[in-house]
């Protein structure tokens, strides 16, 4: 096979060997339905029983507290939808922010049609949302407070146990998605005053197509999938024992790991974006320098665009991913660019590579000369580019 | 969305080897497109005695953007500028063996950026070519 550079950890991550070697067994020899009483089930009922308390020790969670749904995207619209449900009597305000994952944002759009009112907080140039800016924002009548844990395309994160503590004292509940977060990210529920949490499988090694949902046992919401008495009758639907049992044990490699991991991934990160900001000029860093996830690095180099980049940096066997219009499948550039105040051409630009604890230096060496080649090969072909050379030589 | 696979080998090779890059001094020159939506193109047409004699691009936007400039000048190169004015974007869609359907903009461009060096040459030179419109500005106008 030709060389493969996998920098794009955000978008999924490879599953881990000992996970799939976990799974298997629950696909052949354990086929039991986990809610069949017999004893040939029992081994299915155990291993969904055990993932929901190894998953349950890594939020510092009650194991009651945790639902297994079909991934992150299914937990966010449960935790809102449910919520807003649950409450309308309440309220119907609901509070989130501008850089949410479209799971968020595409479900709180559904709920304004719905009769709800959603405020989309700003953020920072760093993407940070501002604890006061909340506080401005929330209302007698806000039934629900949901700011992602970190984000996807910028990798900033936020300032949590703030944020669930402002919506609190103001009787609001606290959601958080902290899909990219989660096992990244040491977190604890109770410490982080979290209500619910989504996260999802293949983030972190595991199978794709799982995921959680974390509702403290305090909070009233009602189900999002009805059928039968699956997850005590908060989401139905069959047990997916393969992919639950994948979970949890990328859970549990994940959490005995993380804190090594996210040291070495921090190395390798900086080192890249020093790299990046060293050998190509006109380049800013997307996202906080420092409070950003240990893998993530976004980029945008000025005068060109993220598809042609893309393309390229394929051909070099590199894999990353771009906020422009022509990756996002719209005219606009992604909304979390243009969140942090990017203008749009600049936006178009953008690069996120995210690392994995297996990406090497030598890979890093690699794609940091292979970046600097193709831009400034793209630069040569832009008119902007010309552009902007002409008057920096007329301004001399 | 727009997935590598999804482009025609024509297409990748005009992205990966395009042709006729570069600027001509004192040549006609037309841009289109704008930078919000991602897209930019400049071609330059060196046009003597009625016929191009040279064509070149430079262009700011994705994979389909660069190829279809590539073409686009490929195209016109030796032609008349009646013939050039043929030169549509299906004509340059048809010469990379189709783009994907979210692409088609950016043959629209080519074409677009073809007539606006037409009309840049019809202005320099006091003359009118007949059938050509001034260029819009804004390519989405044409969607």
Known sequence: MEKLIYLDNAATTATRPQVLEAMLPYFGEYYGNAASIYRFAGKSTKAVDEARRTVADALGAKKGEIYFTGGGSESDNWALKATAFAKKEKGKHIITSKIEH????????????????????????????????????IREDTILVSIMFANNEIGTIQPIAELARIAHKHGALFHTDAVQA?????IDVNELEIDMLSASGHKFGGPK????????????????????????????????????????????????????SARKETELRDYLIDGILAKVPYTRLNGHRTKRLSNNANFSFRFIEGESLLILLDQHGICGSSGSAC??????????????????????????????????????????????KIVERLRSMSPLYSDFRSQQSEEK | MSSIGEYSEKVMDHFMNPRNVGEIEDAAVGTVGNAKCGDIMRMYLDIKDGIIQDAKFKTFGCGAAVATSSMATELVKGKTIEEALQVTNRAVMEALDGLPPVKVHCSLLAEEAI???????????????????????DIEELE
């Open chain 1, 327 to 372: 990756t996002s499948g719209s005219l606009d550039p992604s909304h979390v660019l243009l969140a942090i105040g990017l203008p749009h051409e600049i936006a178009h630009g953008s690069l996120r590579l995210t690392l994995s604890a297996e990406t090497t230096k030598e890979e890093i060496d690699y794609t940091i000369e292979t970046v600097a």
């Open chain 2, 115 to 137: 007539h606006a060096a037409l009309w840049d040459y019809a202005e320099k030179e006091h003359i009118s070519i007949p059938g050509l419109k001034k260029p819009v500005e």
């Open chain 1, 102 to 137: 479209h799971a968020i944002l595409h479900t709180c759009q559904f709920l304004e049609k719905n009769g709800f009112e959603v405020t989309y907080l700003d953020v920072d140039g760093n993407g940070l949302v501002q604890p006061e800016k909340l506080e401005q924002a």
């Open chain 1, 209 to 260: 197509g799982v995921g959680i949902m974390y509702l403290r046992d305090t909070v009233k919401i009602g189900s999002f999938i009805h059928g039968g008495a699956q997850e005590r009758g908060k989401r139905a639907g069959t047990h997916n024992t393969p992919g639950i049992v994948g979970f949890a044990k990328a859970v549990e490699l994940a959490t005995a790991n993380m804190e090594e």
């Open chain 1, 182 to 186: 989660f096992c990244h990210v040491p």
